[in-house]
């Protein structure tokens, strides 16, 4: 099955953001020489619910925004997450994004 191959290639992506890093949905999507599928990506995060090996807290929207934020239990698990890992967000958004950001191997 293509997609939960897709998927699980995402996971190793996503499992390879060092603490106190993030990226984007985009970014994944390019390193895995899918650029136009960003989407795919964010699902495939919104299905690894359940799973602690994906930090998916890491992965945020192109302009550092916490889109995915309310597939998290909890109302602002996933900025204490990153905050957790010293990165600030103020207003649902990534303080300081550029410092932030890992960019994934390209493949």
Request: charged share 25%; hydrophobic share 40%; glycine share 8%.
């Amino acid at each position: 099955m293509m997609e939960a191959n897709f998927f699980e290639r995402v996971y190793d992506i996503a499992r390879q953001i060092p603490e106190g890093k993030v990226t984007s949905y985009g970014a994944i999507a390019k390193a895995l020489g899918t650029a136009k599928s960003a989407r795919m990506v964010g699902w495939a995060m919104n299905a690894c619910h359940g799973r602690d090996d994906v930090p998916a807290h890491r992965v945020v929207n192109r302009l550092g925004l916490l889109s995915g934020k309310h597939h998290f239990d909890g109302t602002n698990l996933m900025q204490q997450l990153l905050e957790n890992e010293g990165i600030k967000v103020e207003n649902n958004q990534i303080v300081d994004f550029d410092k932030h950001f890992w960019q994934p191997k390209l493949k």
